[in-house]
Structures are given as C-alpha cells and as structure tokens.
C-alpha cells in the first residue's frame, strides 16, 4: 500500500484530466479521506498549481452540509496535492447512468441541496463555474455536495479565464461563459438548470454534434421543454429550469430565489421534500418510484379540487390532466370535468350573444343616420341631371352589409334597390357579425393542442371518432375542453380514454401499446 506523507493509498476514486483522486486513511486523524493528486505530467505547469491553489482558498471559505469540506492543502516535493472529506456515495453522473431520470419529488430534493450549495457559495463571492453531473456526489443518505472548485472564480480575486476562452463544460455552461463575456453567480444557476433539466428526463438540454455546436445551441436556442420528453414530469417544475435557462443574467433567479420556488412547488403539493426521500430511492428505486407516483396522483387531484372551488377552472383542468399520468381519474374527477365543461360551453354561448346583443344595439344605434343617408343618396343617385350625356349610365353607391359604403362605380342603369329598412340593416349586420364575431375574432378558436406519443409508433389516432394522424404528432389542434380519444394499431390493444385540453395549452401525452399478438 503505497503511503503519501501521511496518508495511505487505499486505492483510486476517479480521475479527471488535471488530477487523480484516491481513497486514503489519514494516520494522525484514524480517518478515510479522499486525496486529490495533480498528473504527474502537469506538474510543472503553472496552471495547473494555480487551479490548485485556487479550489483550496475557495474550498476554504465555505462551510456548508452540501459542499466538500477541506481537511489539508499542500506541495510535496514539487506535487500539490488537496485532502477532502470522503464521501461514500455516487456521482450525480453515475446515479443518471443507472436510473436515466429520476421522479419529480427527487430532483425537486437534489435541485434544492444544490441551489443550496450554491446559495452558501455566492454569499461568500465565490461562483464555482463548473456545476455539471459528474462534480456533484450523492451519499448513501441522500445528501447532496458539490464538489471540484478547481476553476471557481473568487469575487475581486483575479480570474482563471483567459481572454477569448471559456472554461466549464461545454453542455452545461451559461451563455455568459459561452461568450466569454463578464460572469456573475447567476451563471451556476443556468448551469444547474441544466443539471436539473438532464434529471428530469435523462439528456442534457443543450446538445450538438461538437462543442461550437452545443456552443451555439447555449447561446440562440430555447431547449424542448422536459415535459415533451418526461410524460410525468411536473409542469411546476418544468417551469423552474425554465426560468433558469433565461438568457439573460440581469433576469434569472439567483440560487436563494430557486430555493424559494422550490419551497412553493412542495407547500402547493402538500409534499415534504428531504434527503430521506434521496435516500429511499438509492434504496429500492422502483418501490420508491411507485410511492412517489401515487402520492402525486393524490397530491394534483387535491390541487385540481382546491383549484376548483376558487373558480380557478383552468388551472383545475390542468391539474387533473397531470394527475392522469399516475393513476386514473375518478367519478368525481370526472364530475369536475363535466362541470367546468359545460361552464365553457355556457361561457361560449353568452359571449355569442352578447356579441349578438351589442351588433342589434348597435344596428339601432346608427339606424337614424342611415335613414338620411339613405334619402341623400336617392335624391342624388336617382334624379339624373338634365345635363348628363344620354348615353352615360347613372353612377350608384353600392352598400354592402359589414363592408361599408363603398366608393361610387358606374353601373349599367338598373331599377332602384328596395327601400332600406330599419330591420334590414340590423339583419344584415347581425348577419356579419354572426360571420365575423367582434370584427374578426372566432371566440371559440382552436387555441389548444395536443402532443403524443406511442411505443412503438405509427398508432393511429382518433379524436372524438376522427381520424386525425399517426403518431408521434405533435402540436394537433383542438377545441378547447373534453374529448375522446382512441389509438389503434394493429396487433396492439386499442387505447381509449377522455382528455381535457385547456386554452393557450399543450397537452403532452405518451402512451405504451400492449401487443396483443398471437
């Protein structure tokens, strides 16, 4: 067993492109601790020394529960070297190679020990720059901590950037880094968002075929939101990588803020976050997972209740839509539904009328000026002057219901029109407005779609009996409000269940087929 100072070499943790990492027993302190060792190809480098030096003075400015501790920092015949608190655990890499994503209410408990982290760091001046998978470990209870401050960046310290460089890793950096431009402590909360996005759904948000192209993705492109690529991930928490993933520093959160909605996503479930919930799903992650989905499903139909009773209708609609990834809707569920279905369809109707009601009025309203204009006009149009040429026709104004009078083109001469009456003109501009409700607007426009999915793919798909593509289809218009639909393909059990789309929404579906072949 090999023996540095007076440290033993127990074995290696993990290596990286600047140093290695060990397990070793520390003598003096009858401890396990990880021993952090620059390649020995590095070792002359200044660089490398500085980075050194730079993760222990950054390292050594923070205490918190979800960040590495220091315990010594030093250099031993020329070879710096970091002694760190041991974590017996995995990497945030490690945990998304063996589970892909991971449920709702544990990334909400991961995302919050690292906003955490961060909080704690920034309060400090120190921006760690680095934020990704693979520099965050979680132990055996759950807990979270960030760790490699090698390239943290110590406010009024100077900076390990280089002019027209960045550092960071290419598919978790902010746009700032990818520009090179000034940085704040907001640029880790971009970066976390993206953690946060990769444990939702099991990919990183911005990806390209090198670095220049995931470059160029961080900096112009909006990523596909995790609820298009995670069914079951919750639109609350959607909304939170979100707002981390404005491209503008000045109006991101900073990391307490994120606590904060973190916070307001728990209190509004009713779901209490902690490290156990982590630790339970290290545990046994498909009992975990199953718990979690039904106390989400009971979580949302609580919400879509609430939302309800304070006429809240749309959000009610949504929540019960989300709820319907874990598990099925009951009777009153569906009584919910039918309520608020034929409240938007009595809605609908008032707004017809009463767009009936104000074009009558209006008819009225106007009638008596288009009484006189209307004896102007014959006056004019049909008494031809003595001295008009014989063989010139009468010019006439043509009017036209909803258009206006229009401008006077000639015509052959024609016997006059009928007399305009006072319900004439209120039937022909009731008539418009029927065509054309409130000068245009349709008040019952298909404002809401639908995006699904099916394994395997090419199901057919049937909206209220018809026939409207074959999935994955993706932004189908619909009618807000109830629907049925259906998914045939063959040799697979068809699919039928209702839906709710909501206005100014997209409702996201993917859905198993069970083959049902010989």
């Known amino acids: 067993m090999e023996k540095f100072l007076r440290y033993h070499i127990i074995r290696k943790l993990d290596a990286g492109g600047m140093a290695t990492v060990y397990l070793a027993n520390d003598e003096v302190l009858h401890r396990e601790v990880a021993l952090k060792m620059v390649h020995p190809h590095l070792m002359d480098r200044q660089e490398t020394k500085k980075r050194f030096a730079n993760e222990a003075q950054a390292i050594a400015k923070l205490s918190h529960d979800n960040i590495i501790k220091l315990f010594d920092y030093g250099e031993e015949d020329g070879k710096p070297f970091l002694v760190m608190e041991y974590i017996e655990g995995k990497t945030l890499a490690q945990v998304l190679a063996d589970h892909d994503h991971l449920p709702n209410l544990v990334v909400l408990e991961i995302a919050y020990q690292i906003f955490s982290a961060l909080c704690a760091a920034h309060e400090k001046g120190v921006c760690h720059r680095d934020v990704k998978p693979p520099n965050i470990m979680v132990d055996k209870y759950g807990t979270v901590k960030i760790m490699d401050f090698g390239i943290a960046h110590i406010i009024n310290q100077e900076s390990l950037t280089l002019t027209g ?78 707002k981390c993933h404005v491209k503008d520093p000045a109006t ?85 539904i039918s309520s608020i279905g034929r409240g938007t369809t009595l809605k609908k109707a008032a707004v017809v009328l009463g767009v009936l009601a104000i074009a009558a009025i209006a008819a009225f309203a106007v009638w008596p000026v288009l009484e006189d204009m209307d004896v102007r006009l014959r006056h004019a149009v049909f008494k031809t002057p003595a001295t008009a040429p014989a063989d010139t026709a009468p010019a006439r104004m043509i009017m036209q219901p909803g258009a206006g009078i229009q401008a006077a083109v000639s015509e052959p001469a024609q016997k006059p029109d009928k007399k305009v009456t006072r319900s004439s003109v209120a039937t022909a501009m009731l008539s418009a407005n029927r065509e054309n409700p409130a000068g245009g607007a349709n008040p019952v426009a298909d404002d809401s779609y639908l995006s699904i999915k099916t394994r395997p793919p090419f199901a057919q798909v049937y909206v209220d009996g018809n026939v409207r593509g074959e999935t994955p289809l993706t932004a189908l218009p619909l009618v807000p409000g109830r629907h049925k639909l259906m998914l045939k393909k063959d040799k697979y059990q068809v699919v039928e269940e209702n839906i709710v789309t909501v206005s100014h929404d997209t409702l996201a579906l993917q859905r198993d087929l069970l083959d049902i072949s010989p």
């Open 165 to 242: 460089t960045f550092v960071g890793s290419p598919n978790y950096i902010s746009p700032e880094q990818a520009q090179s431009r000034e940085i704040s402590v907001k640029a880790d909360v971009f970066s976390a968002g993206s953690v946060v996005y990769q444990c939702l759904t099991g990919a990183p948000p911005f990806v390209g075929e090198n670095p220049h192209a995931v470059i160029f993705s961080i900096i112009n492109d909006q990523p596909n939101s995790p609820c298009t690529l995670n069914n079951k991930a919750l639109a609350a928490v959607c909304d939170l990588i979100k």
């Open 252 to 336: 991101r959160p900073d990391a307490r803020e994120c606590m904060t909605l973190i916070e307001a996503i728990a209190l509004e479930l009713g779901c209490s976050l902690g490290k156990n919930r982590v630790a339970r799903f290290f545990g046994d992650a498909d009992a975990y997972t199953a718990s979690e989905h039904h106390e989400l499903f009971a979580a949302l139909r609580g919400m879509a209740k609430r939302d309800f009773k304070k006429r809240r209708y749309v959000a009610a609609l949504k929540d019960l839509n989300q709820a319907r990834e874990f598990g099925f809707l009951l009777p009153e569920d569906e009584k919910i």
